[in-house]
């Protein structure tokens, strides 16, 4: 079946420096994609998304990069504050169909973020 | 705008006890999502609905679980005689009508089950 970032690693980094989080998804299909960011006992927050026909977005602090032909994606986040510490998954939105709203997650990085 | 609300935010039942979960979706969503997150895992989609009609249901176990939304009041998840292995967070998202909308996830039902 499809699937989406099978791992559960998780990255310490230093406050202030730059943070890589990387996902894999099976689903070659897939033309949206979305990272959410999940502090403890909360519901995942969006950050930011990014269609198919792009290789890469930007927001504040965050870009996403897409890579089609590994079917990779991944979230840098600038200058890591501690307020970024959190779970960060990787989501794909089904395409087409009665499944277009539903979304595959990965299981997830943990990031620490140190002062 | 409040936010999606979910109730209630910690539940406790004991084997073979039923366990219903509510969420209001965002004013203005018509479409509702429940997902399962079990620890250390990524969220699992169950089921897809709009108001009175369930339109993907494939995530959701054969027996036990049902999920409803109706014309008025909140979307209700319902687990009966749960067993401990339903233990889990349960998320629900609501989104406008139409493709490609943004996911606005509530802040979880944790269902402990002894």
């Known amino acids: 079946g499809e699937s989406v970032g099978l791992h559960l690693p998780t990255l310490s980094v230093q406050e202030g420096d730059n943070s890589i989080i990387n996902c894999a998804y099976s689903?070659?299909?897939?033309?949206?994609f979305i990272w959410y960011k999940q502090e403890s006992g909360k519901g995942p927050q969006f950050i930011i998304d990014i269609r198919s026909n792009m290789d890469k977005r930007q927001g504040q602090r965050v870009t996403v990069l897409l890579n089609k032909t590994v079917k990779h994606l991944s979230l840098q986040i600038a200058a890591t504050q501690p307020g970024d510490s959190a779970v960060y998954f990787c989501?794909?939105?089904?395409?087409?169909?009665?499944?277009?709203?539903?979304?595959?997650f990965g299981q997830g990085t943990i990031l620490t973020v140190h002062p | 705008n409040a936010g999606v609300m979910q109730n209630p935010r910690h539940l406790v039942r004991r084997r073979g006890q039923e366990a219903r979960l509510r969420c209001s979706p965002m004013?203005?969503?018509?479409?509702v999502y429940w997902y399962r997150q079990l620890p250390e895992e990524g969220l699992k989609f169950m089921v897809y609905?709009?108001?009175?009609?369930?339109?993907?249901e494939s995530g959701m176990p054969k027996e036990r679980f049902s999920a409803e939304f109706p014309k008025e009041g909140p979307s209700i998840l319902r687990i009966q005689q749960v067993v401990r292995g339903d233990s889990a967070a349960y998320f629900c998202?609501?989104?406008?009508?139409?493709?490609?909308?943004?996911?606005?996830f509530g802040p979880g039902t944790r269902l402990t089950v002894l």
């Open positions: 004013k203005g969503h018509s479409h």
């Open positions: 689903n070659s299909a897939s033309d949206y």
């Open positions: 998202a609501s989104s406008q009508p139409g493709l490609g909308g943004e996911q606005f």
């Open positions: 609905l709009q108001k009175e009609n369930i339109i993907d």
């Open positions: 989501a794909e939105k089904g395409a087409g169909g009665t499944s277009y709203g539903k979304l595959t």
